[in-house]
T-cell receptor
């Protein structure tokens, strides 16, 4: 089946630093990947849609300059949280869309803790 | 605009009892509907999906859901709960055709009592 990985699975960083999270589709090519954020005991909130070879489309209220998304290849999208602050601490989940199936395959998530 | 409403943020059932998790949707076009399961500190796993074919959809782990257009519902059921079913369940909707955006419900935490 389609597998999506994320790296790292857990990261702790100091306030003011930047953190990069990778999302990879391991056995398929994904033109479109999605980045979600999940706060404790809440649902997933779509942050942005990442398209290979073009700029990401951000949801309303998501700071483009803070959450940098790069989809440089058909198997890799990265999310960089710049100048992280404690309020950025969250569970970040990516997903990759496979073909015309309308199915998103989710990564295992990355827990970011900013101290 | 599309949205889903999950009734009941917490549901408790006894092991072996029927599991019923409720989901109602709102969509301006024929929807695609999904149920996902999330175990602690993990991503989402697709349980089942409705994509305008059969209205009764069977998924993994013995779960199934029925699409009822007249009730705008897509409730998730399982005849007999197992301890391993304890998890968070998310109902989601996306507009069929074209570019996809999935909107998730707030989730229902299922507790299975031995």
């Amino acid at each position: 089946g389609a597998v999506v990985s994320q790296h790292p699975s857990w990261v702790i960083c100091k306030s003011g630093t930047s953190v990069k999270i990778e999302c990879r589709s391991l056995d398929f090519q994904a033109t479109t990947m999605f980045w979600y954020r999940q706060f404790p005991k809440q649902s997933l909130m779509l942050m942005a849609t990442s398209n290979e070879g073009s700029k990401a489309t951000y949801e309303q209220g998501v700071e483009k300059d803070k959450f940098l998304i790069n989809h440089a290849s058909l198997t890799l999208s990265t999310l960089t949280v710049t100048s992280a602050h404690p309020e950025d601490s969250s569970f970040y989940i990516c997903s990759a869309e496979l073909g015309d199936d309308y199915e998103q395959y989710f990564g295992p998530g990355t827990r970011l803790t900013v101290t | 605009a599309q949205s889903v409403t999950q009734l009941g943020s917490h549901v408790s059932v006894s092991e072996g009892a029927l599991v019923l998790l409720r989901c109602n949707y709102s969509s301006s076009v024929p929807p695609y509907l999904f149920w996902y399961v999330q175990y602690p500190n993990q991503g989402l796993q697709l349980l089942l999906k409705y994509t305008s074919a059969a209205t009764l959809v069977k998924g993994i782990n013995g779960f199934e859901a029925e699409f009822k257009k007249s009730e705008t519902s897509f409730h998730l059921t399982k005849p007999s709960a197992h301890m391993s079913d304890a998890a968070e369940y998310f109902c989601a909707v996306s507009n069929s055709g074209g570019y996809q955006k999935v909107t998730f419900g707030i989730g229902t935490k299922l507790q299975v009592i031995p």
